[in-house]
């Protein structure tokens, strides 16, 4: 009997991916580029395949941990309710997470919770963007898109989001700049840097600029926005991001730029989006949560401090320090916010920002504002 088609790709994938050495988007591009016959409704079948299987890969494990891809694949297509509530499974395997992830969600916010949350990072991420408000309004996109059901969201003030997933990087108003991919809760975030036109802004941990994006229009092109990040690869699609948006008031500082130590105790805000384990954010990046243990989170926990006391020098007096993870796990938020504050003489500016991944809605996003004291020298 012949194999289908896309049945097929799933089990080819499966045969060469090895999980936890390369991200699985990156791999799961790869192998598109690849096998360029695959027409978009064969890639959206395999991609939301692979990634289910991801999600669940302790469950399946557990269940046929002798089967090959293929096996797998159809094993995991007549997964059913029985096996999610089967009692003699142990619990973080039937909510397909991590025992140490499962236990660290416990301790913070009890078995209820946890389970809810668990069962939440193992569903489908919703589609969002944000109108680019340099170009367009959120209303104008809303009326272009009323074909595809697009509603606004209800708390990113530019925000839109959509009931499935479509092709938005072929969509024009895309190519013309009019709009991002961007959550809900990473707008929000990026919202809690009230930049005026005028104003020094220091991305400490740009990445590929989303949050700088983000805040570019409400400075109106006044001012600047440095973006800094210790990856070549990050800024420079930062650069085209910036470039496509019509940002003209964002420069690019790269490790060992000249510009940084110039910048030191002048910047109105410093952003820092520091590396963190993501927990918040595991709907997109599943593969991400089997790579996550005691270790690597320590190692996080001591970068995120080491990058706040770098991203301090940055102050001018009053100026204000943002830090923001995708994380919901109290060692990485409320423990890092509190060892900042111990360490340096900043305030908070209010209580922190503590965003739990939603169901059909935002991910999950913790941030807190500190305000430099005049004293600080």
Same mark, same amino acid.
């Not at 919770?113 to 170009?135: C, D, G, H, M, W």
């Not at 708390?155 to 989001?161: D, F, L, N, P, Y």
């Not at 895309?174 to 990473?186: A, H, I, M, N, T």
């Not at 999950?364 to 504002?369: D, N, S, Y």
């Given at each position: 009997m012949?194999?289908?088609?896309?049945?097929?790709?799933?089990?080819?994938?499966?045969s060469s991916? %090895?999980?936890?050495? $390369?991200?699985?988007?990156g791999a799961?591009?790869?192998?598109?580029?690849?096998?360029?016959? *695959?027409g978009?409704?064969?890639?959206?079948?395999?991609?939301d @395949?692979?990634?289910?299987? #991801?999600?669940?890969?302790?469950?399946?494990?557990?269940l046929?941990?002798h089967?090959?891809?293929l096996?797998?694949?159809?094993? !995991?297509?007549?997964?059913?309710?029985?096996?999610?509530?089967?009692?003699?499974?142990?619990?973080? #395997?039937?909510?397909?997470?991590?025992?140490?992830?499962?236990?660290? +969600?416990? %301790?913070?916010?009890?078995?209820?919770?946890?389970?809810?949350?668990?069962q939440?990072l193992?569903?489908p991420?919703?589609?969002?963007? /944000?109108?680019?408000l340099?170009?367009?309004?959120?209303?104008?996109?809303?009326?272009?898109?009323?074909?595809h059901?697009? @509603?606004?969201?209800?708390?990113?003030?530019?925000?839109?989001?959509?009931?499935? /997933?479509?092709?938005l990087?072929?969509?024009?108003?895309?190519?013309?700049?009019?709009?991002?991919?961007?959550?809900?809760?990473?707008?929000?975030v990026?919202?809690?840097?009230? @930049?005026?036109?005028?104003?020094? =802004?220091?991305?400490f941990?740009?990445?590929s600029?989303?949050?700088s994006?983000a805040?570019?229009?409400?400075?109106?092109?006044?001012?600047?926005?440095?973006?800094?990040?210790?990856?070549?690869?990050?800024? *420079?699609?930062?650069?085209?991001?910036l470039?496509?948006a019509?940002?003209?008031?964002?420069?690019?500082?790269?490790?060992?730029?000249?510009?940084?130590?110039r910048?030191?105790?002048?910047?109105?805000w #410093?952003?820092?989006?520091?590396?963190? $384990?993501?927990?918040?954010?595991?709907r997109?990046?599943?593969?991400?949560?089997?790579?996550?243990?005691?270790?690597? +989170? %320590?190692?996080?926990?001591?970068?995120?401090?080491?990058?706040?006391?770098?991203?301090v020098? !940055?102050?001018?007096?009053?100026?204000?320090? =943002?830090?923001?993870?995708?994380s =919901?796990?109290?060692?990485?938020n409320?423990?890092q916010v509190d060892?900042?504050?111990?360490?340096?003489?900043? =305030?908070?500016?209010? @209580?922190?920002?503590?965003?739990?991944?939603?169901?059909?809605?935002?991910?999950?996003?913790?941030?807190?504002?500190?305000?430099?004291?005049?004293?600080m020298?």
């Amino acid at each position: 009997m012949s194999i289908p088609y896309c049945d097929h790709h799933i089990a080819s994938f499966f045969s060469s991916y %090895q999980l936890g050495k $390369s991200p699985l988007d990156g791999a799961l591009a790869r192998y598109f580029k690849a096998h360029t016959s *695959l027409g978009s409704h064969d890639r959206r079948t395999i991609g939301d @395949a692979v990634y289910g299987m #991801v999600r669940w890969k302790t469950l399946l494990d557990h269940l046929c941990p002798h089967a090959s891809p293929l096996e797998r694949y159809r094993f !995991y297509k007549n997964l059913n309710n029985s096996a999610l509530s089967d009692p003699t499974i142990p619990e973080a #395997v039937r909510l397909g997470i991590p025992e140490f992830l499962f236990e660290k +969600l416990v %301790q913070d916010y009890g078995r209820k919770e946890a389970r809810r949350l668990s069962q939440i990072l193992n569903t489908p991420a919703p589609v969002t963007v /944000r109108a680019n408000l340099l170009k367009t309004t959120r209303e104008n996109l809303l009326s272009l898109w009323s074909k595809h059901q697009a @509603a606004a969201c209800k708390e990113a003030h530019s925000g839109i989001r959509f009931p499935t /997933r479509l092709p938005l990087f072929s969509f024009p108003e895309f190519k013309e700049g009019l709009f991002e991919v961007q959550d809900e809760g990473s707008q929000i975030v990026a919202s809690l840097v009230e @930049a005026k036109p005028g104003d020094s =802004v220091l991305d400490f941990c740009s990445g590929s600029g989303g949050k700088s994006l983000a805040i570019a229009p409400g400075m109106l092109g006044k001012g600047q926005i440095y973006l800094h990040d210790i990856r070549p690869a990050a800024l *420079l699609e930062a650069k085209k991001r910036l470039k496509r948006a019509g940002v003209q008031n964002g420069q690019f500082l790269p490790l060992g730029h000249g510009q940084l130590a110039r910048l030191k105790g002048k910047c109105d805000w #410093v952003l820092i989006d520091v590396p963190c $384990s993501g927990t918040g954010t595991l709907r997109r990046n599943p593969d991400q949560k089997w790579n996550l243990d005691a270790a690597m +989170l %320590q190692r996080l926990t001591y970068e995120q401090r080491v990058i706040a006391k770098e991203a301090v020098a !940055y102050l001018k007096p009053n100026g204000r320090l =943002v830090y923001a993870t995708c994380s =919901v796990l109290s060692e990485e938020n409320q423990a890092q916010v509190d060892a900042i504050l111990a360490a340096h003489p900043l =305030v908070l500016e209010e @209580a922190p920002l503590s965003l739990l991944p939603q169901e059909g809605g935002m991910d999950g996003f913790f941030a807190a504002v500190f305000k430099k004291m005049k004293a600080m020298v």
